[in-house]
T-cell receptor, first 114, second 113 residues
Framework: ETGVTQTPRHLVMGMTNKKSLKCEQH?????MYWYKQSAKKPLELMFV???????ENNSVPSRFSPECPNSSHLFLHLHTLQPEDSALYLC?????????????FGPGTRLLVL | GDSVTQMEGPVTLSEEAFLTINCTYT??????LFWYVQYPGEGLQLLLK?????DKGSNKGFEATYRKETTSFHLEKGSVQVSDSAVYFC????????????FGKGTHLIIQP
């Protein structure tokens, strides 16, 4: 499924840098999600936006800041990250966050924090 | 809270072997159940899903049946191919809440020619 795109695909940053991850969906969906995928751990839900409103913040540290300017775009702003934040960050979308519709995933951004 | 348990692997099989990847879950209410697949270097792709008890999801020769009595959603394929090598994730979504999917840790499947 190529309906969800993410940029950049790879990112290396120092602990004092500020960077942003971008996600765009072309499926006409109303809900968007950020997940973190670390080695040997289940995918962790970070944030949920439904109709541009944040409905879930899964105890994520404040060094991660999401932004959803419209239903098609989702950003994850990063600042003063730690090496343990290195992971694959996946964006997903679905028709509506309140139901059980399928979530469609982007290819992810592989982040390395030095 | 909701949780999903699946065998972690790696699971190594020969081509044309029969595949079973076990998945059990704990959830409130009646969740929808999913299997996603992740090929190397890519994001997750939906493989199949089932939304109510006794439903069978199927796709690309893979099948899984929603078993409410055993809270299970085991993935099966009768004859695997080298191209099936990937990581398989079992997941659930409890309806009604505006939240995301709950995933298992993933099962790494390796098919040898």
């Amino acid at each position: 499924e190529t309906g969800v795109t993410q940029t950049p695909r790879h990112l290396v940053m120092g602990m004092t840098n500020k960077k942003s991850l971008k996600c765009e969906q072309h499926l006409g969906h109303n809900a968007m999600y950020w997940y973190k995928q670390s080695a040997k751990k289940p995918l962790e839900l970070m944030f949920v936006y439904n109709f541009k409103e944040q409905t879930e913040n899964n105890s994520v540290p404040s060094r991660f800041s999401p932004e959803c300017p419209n239903s098609s775009h989702l950003f994850l702003h990063l600042h003063t990250l730690q090496p343990e934040d290195s992971a694959l960050y996946l964006c997903a979308s679905s028709q509506d966050a309140g139901g059980t519709e399928t979530q469609y995933f982007g290819p992810g951004t592989r982040l390395l924090v030095l | 809270g909701d949780s999903v348990t699946q065998m972690e692997g790696p699971v190594t099989l020969s081509e044309e072997a029969f595949l079973t990847i076990n998945c059990t879950y704990t959830a409130t209410g009646y969740p929808s159940l999913f299997w996603y697949v992740q090929y190397p270097g890519e994001g997750l792709q939906l493989l199949l899903k089932a939304t109510k008890a006794d439903d069978k999801g199927s796709n690309k020769g893979f099948e899984a049946t929603y078993r409410k009595e055993t809270t299970s959603f085991h993935l099966e394929k009768g004859s695997v191919q080298v191209s099936d090598s990937a990581v398989y994730f079992c997941a659930l979504k409890s309806g009604g809440g505006a939240d995301g999917l709950t995933f298992g840790k993933g099962t790494h499947l390796i098919i040898q020619p």
